[in-house]
């Protein structure tokens, strides 16, 4: 069965090589069934980026063009960036083209694409900033724990524990989520214009951390967890009390603002 689905598609590919074409003249042609015909058509010769569409309703094969190679490794490369189809705007400025040539150029060169929609973006946005936030490269918790800290204490907007997750994968025996931190790093290594500016400083037992995302070469709403100025700052009070806590697993309670 396989086989014949393998061939059936060969045999249509080869017909459209010939020029464009109906699904019902290819059946009639080729004398596949007509629903062969419509699943090579819409799903697994598009899939593979080899036939498109055309204006009055006939499938035609897609030729190779040096523009079209680059218009489709750029969108593939932004789509992995983004989490989602890119919008012509955000492909501008990599391709160096107007967003309404860009637009066009993704409909003619990328048969898949369409342009995202609200609800989409929302999605991606929020998947992107947990991304990039489980990937931040933070000071070591090793080295807080080897200077004897116990315990701390963070002060500022803290959502899913990201910050904590940052320092508990340093601390042996404490679950950390190691799979979605490496996938994290591997997106930071391989897009490493989306990574931050972090910088960080201590003054005795406080440890002052600012993440400054203004950097971002795309547009992303921060949600609540940035102020207006595009930074992200926290405020660590470090621990030595002799508590019987296990390195830095035990989180007391976050505060909008530190009392010194």
Same mark, same amino acid.
């Given at each position: 069965?396989?086989?014949?689905?393998?061939?059936?598609?060969?045999?249509?590919?080869?017909?459209?090589?010939?020029?464009p074409?109906?699904?019902?003249?290819?059946? $009639?042609? &080729?004398?596949?069934?007509?629903s062969?015909?419509? =699943?090579?058509?819409?799903?697994?010769?598009? %899939? &593979?980026?080899?036939?498109?569409?055309?204006? #009055?309703?006939? =499938?035609?094969?897609?030729?190779?063009?040096? @523009? +079209?190679?680059?218009? %489709?490794?750029?969108?593939?490369?932004? %789509?992995?960036?983004?989490?989602?189809?890119?919008?012509?705007? *955000?492909?501008?400025?990599?391709?160096?083209e107007?967003?309404?040539?860009?637009? #066009?150029?993704?409909?003619?060169?990328?048969?898949?694409?369409?342009?995202?929609?609200?609800?989409?973006i929302k999605?991606?946005?929020?998947?992107?900033?947990?991304? &990039?936030?489980?990937?931040?490269?933070?000071?070591?918790?090793?080295?807080?724990?080897?200077d004897?800290?116990?315990?701390?204490?963070? =002060?500022?907007?803290? @959502?899913?524990?990201?910050?904590?997750?940052? =320092?508990?994968?340093h601390?042996?025996?404490?679950?950390?989520?190691?799979?979605?931190?490496?996938?994290?790093?591997?997106?930071?290594?391989?897009?490493? $214009?989306?990574?931050? %500016?972090?910088?960080?400083?201590?003054? #005795?037992?406080?440890?002052?951390?600012?993440?400054?995302?203004? +950097?971002?070469?795309?547009?992303l709403?921060?949600?609540?967890?940035?102020?207006?100025?595009?930074?992200?700052?926290?405020?660590?009070?470090?621990?030595?009390? @002799?508590?019987?806590?296990?390195?830095?697993?035990?989180? &007391? $309670?976050?505060?909008? *603002?530190?009392?010194?």
């Open positions: 069965m396989a086989r014949k689905r393998i061939e059936a598609t060969k045999e249509i590919l080869d017909r459209l090589k010939s020029g074409a109906f699904p019902k003249q290819i059946s $009639d042609e &080729l004398r596949i069934p007509l062969t015909v419509y =699943y090579n058509l819409r799903k697994t010769l598009p %899939k &593979l980026g080899l036939i498109k569409q055309l204006d #009055d309703g006939k =499938y035609a094969i897609i030729e190779f063009s040096p @523009e +079209g190679e680059k218009v %489709k490794e750029a969108h593939d490369r932004m %789509k992995r960036k983004l989490f989602r189809s890119p919008k012509p705007e *955000e492909m501008a400025y990599v391709l160096g107007p967003p309404a040539k860009v637009r #066009d150029l993704l409909y003619h060169h990328v048969p898949s694409y369409s342009e995202p929609t609200t609800e989409e999605r991606s946005n929020k998947k992107l900033w947990i991304v &990039l936030n489980t990937g931040l490269d933070l000071p070591d918790g090793n080295a807080l724990i080897r004897g800290i116990k315990q701390i204490k963070i =002060y500022g907007e803290v @959502e899913e524990d990201i910050l904590i997750a940052n =320092y508990r994968r601390t042996k025996g404490v679950y950390f989520d190691r799979v979605r931190f490496n996938r994290s790093r591997s997106y930071l290594r391989e897009f490493t $214009d989306m990574a931050p %500016k972090i910088s960080t400083e201590r003054k #005795d037992d406080w440890l002052f951390i600012t993440i400054d995302w203004r +950097g971002l070469p795309i547009s709403p921060l949600l609540s967890r940035s102020n207006p100025n595009g930074h992200t700052e926290y405020i660590i009070k470090l621990i030595k009390d @002799e508590q019987e806590i296990a390195g830095l697993d035990q989180i &007391l $309670d976050y505060e909008k *603002e530190p009392t010194f």
